[in-house]
């Protein structure tokens, strides 16, 4: 069966691309991704909407080719036609979610993911499955009308279309996407996938699926065409994807409740997410080196009672600004030996809507920021990290400027 | 006579109706600036048409295609009738193209990045005839620029690495010479046609 099958579709050697493509970004990503499991399963789906317009070509050329007069005879009843095209699709698709299943595998163990819950990154891998199979799916039943010559491009174009259309950029925005994730490439600590909107994905997708792959087809002057039953079949599939973008509400991804809750003791109370652990032992001396100079030097302003890690959303509105606990960025590898943001972001006043608004804080901010920033960075030994064009503040400057900030008065 | 034999047992009309598709949007789109292609940045934004050689490419590469099932004869005279057909078509193809393309004097696209583009694109998509298989030519094409998009980002932010040159829109000399080698390389395959080069197939013909 399997010899069969990969000497007489192509389809059946599309996992290589697949393969290929995960490879090239395992290598890159790699680093990135170190025990984030949510930004591990969405970083492949990065690649996601190139392999489907890469499937989609690929299941429309093989659907063509079948389609055309000299293999006829093998499908001269509607059912036999079905049994055909469900075989193409189960040729191409199996091996390419073998593929797919076993690289979010190989890379969650790779990247020591800590993952908090396995059903539901099981679920964003089936419903990065469904999307995959989908493009295998509409391929094929755009590639049973054309030419096996013109089907592979033109399929390949039409998919593109559809997932610019229909994938969205921002994750913010409060709507369905349909045909699946575009991925992420920041740190995904505090969010989790959304399990209803994953659940209506997938269903829609199967549905939509098998409705594209067992669409029916007319036999006219030694080709198929499409009937008008066919036609409106297919625009109602696709009309259909359309509408359920634009109206059926919910984000991708929901923020699951969880805090930086791994507390480490050490010139002052330090707390990460649970993901971070493994990589963190380099910020954690970066965070030491910073809070103890500060406390050497009298800078007692510059002192946190407690520093947490921000989730990917940034400032915790949980957190009283008096209580002197402090945000740092999250610690990915991103910003590895990045002092000099890690020590502007620990600065900063997270807590005023000033600095989240569409217009930009008053300049004054930015200059103390700056000082301070740099203040900061030469009493804790960075001098090389530190701000050009601004000045060394004394504790007494420090101490006014953050009196100021408690209460957000930026001028 | 002979020329228009070869003409007619070849794709030409549809390897050139996709050409001129091309040529046509290409025209139309070339002034507009893409940052980005779906959801990948461009390091360096292009002009539609430095990626509307792409199809265009895949139309020569389509004229080319006919005989690819049909075991022809091993002589001198086929060598040369077939390389004829092939510089002939792909001359005509480059110089329309690039001719129109460049009168219209587009921004982020450079005469250079055309033809390089038509050589990787004919270089890719060839060996797909020869071995039979021209439904699949679009293949390579469309999988290095979509790859080159979304990891042929260099360091600088500005540069390509050799593989992904077919998204950069100003294009190098070395890029040109690598891809004219590419396109060598196919023709070579092409003409010379290694499938029936055993000599059991080339007897009695």
Redesign the interface.
């Known amino acids: 069966m399997i010899r069969f099958a990969s000497k007489s579709v192509f389809g059946f050697w599309s996992f290589l691309v697949v393969l290929g493509a995960y490879a090239f970004l395992f290598v890159i990503m790699l680093a990135n991704w170190r025990g984030d499991a949510v930004l591990t399963i969405r970083g492949f789906s990065i690649l996601t909407w190139i392999l489907m317009m890469i499937l989609a070509g690929i299941a429309s050329v093989d659907a063509a080719r079948f389609s055309t007069a000299e293999r006829a005879f093998l499908f001269t009843e509607k059912k036999s036609a079905n049994r055909s095209f469900i075989f193409l699709f189960a040729t191409t698709f199996i091996p390419v979610a073998i593929v797919h299943a076993v690289s979010m595998l190989c890379a969650l163990v790779a990247a020591e993911a800590f993952i908090r819950n396995p059903f539901v990154i099981a679920l964003a891998v089936i419903a990065q499955l469904a999307s995959l199979a989908w493009a295998i799916a509409f391929g094929s039943a755009l590639g049973r009308f054309l030419s096996p010559i013109v089907a592979g491009p033109i399929a390949a174009i039409a998919m593109f279309v559809m997932a610019n259309t229909l994938m969205g950029q921002s994750s913010s925005v409060n709507r369905i996407r349909i045909l699946g994730d575009t991925g992420a490439s920041i740190p995904q600590t505090g969010l989790t996938w959304n399990v209803t909107h994953l659940l209506v994905q997938v269903v829609f997708l199967a549905v939509t699926g098998f409705i594209l792959l067992t669409i029916d087809r007319m036999h006219m002057a030694g080709r198929y065409m499409p009937s008008i039953k066919t036609c409106l079949t297919g625009l109602a599939t696709l009309g259909s994807l359309v509408v359920a973008t634009v109206t059926i509400p919910g984000a991708p991804m929901v923020e699951n409740g969880v805090r930086a809750d791994h507390c480490i003791k050490g010139a002052t109370e330090i707390c990460i997410f649970d993901e971070h652990v493994q990589g963190s032992r380099s910020f954690i001396e970066v965070l030491n080196a910073l809070v103890s100079a500060a406390k050497d030097h009298g800078y007692d302003a510059l002192v946190p009672a407690k520093i947490v890690e921000s989730s990917v959303r940034g400032w915790d509105p949980a957190i009283d600004p008096a209580s002197g606990t402090r945000m740092v960025p999250p610690l990915s590898p991103d910003i590895q030996g990045e002092t000099a943001y890690i020590a502007q972001y620990l600065a900063a006043p997270l807590w005023c809507d000033e600095l989240s608004s569409s217009t930009p804080p008053p300049e004054k901010y930015f200059e103390d920021n700056m000082n301070v920033t740099t203040t900061w960075l030469s009493i804790a030994g960075f001098e090389t990290e530190t701000i050009d064009g601004s000045t060394i503040l004394t504790p007494k400057e420090v101490d006014e400027i953050f009196q100021r900030w408690k209460t957000c008065s930026l001028q | 006579m002979i020329l228009r034999s070869i003409f007619k047992v070849h ?1 030409t009309r ?1 390897g050139f109706a ?1 050409l001129g598709v091309s040529v046509v949007v290409a025209v139309l789109s070339g002034s507009l600036t893409l940052s980005r292609l ?2 990948n940045y461009l390091s360096v934004p292009v002009s539609p048409a430095l990626l509307l050689a792409i ?1 265009a490419g ?1 139309g020569v590469v ?1 004229a080319l ?1 006919g005989l690819e099932h049909v075991q022809r004869p091993r002589n001198l005279r086929r060598f040369l009738s077939d390389i004829l057909h092939l510089v002939l078509v792909v001359a005509f193809g480059v110089s329309i193209y690039w001719l129109t393309v460049h009168s219209r004097g587009f921004e982020y696209v450079s005469d250079l990045a055309i033809i390089r583009n038509f050589f990787i694109v004919v270089g890719l998509g060839l060996p797909w005839v020869t071995f039979g ?4 030519s ?2 390579l094409p ?2 290095v620029t ?2 080159a998009t ?2 042929g980002r260099s360091a600088d932010g500005i540069s390509y690495p050799w593989w992904a040159s077919i998204i950069d829109p100003f294009g190098t000399v070395s890029q040109l010479l690598w891809a004219f080698l590419l396109f060598v390389s196919a023709t070579v395959l092409y003409i010379t046609d290694p499938r029936f080069a055993s000599r059991k197939n080339a007897h009695g013909l």
Not at chain 2, 133 to 136: A, C, D, L, N, V
């Open positions: 794709r549809l996709i779906g959801f199809p895949l389509i295609s298989r021209t439904e699949h679009w293949l469309f999988v979509l790859f979304q990891f």
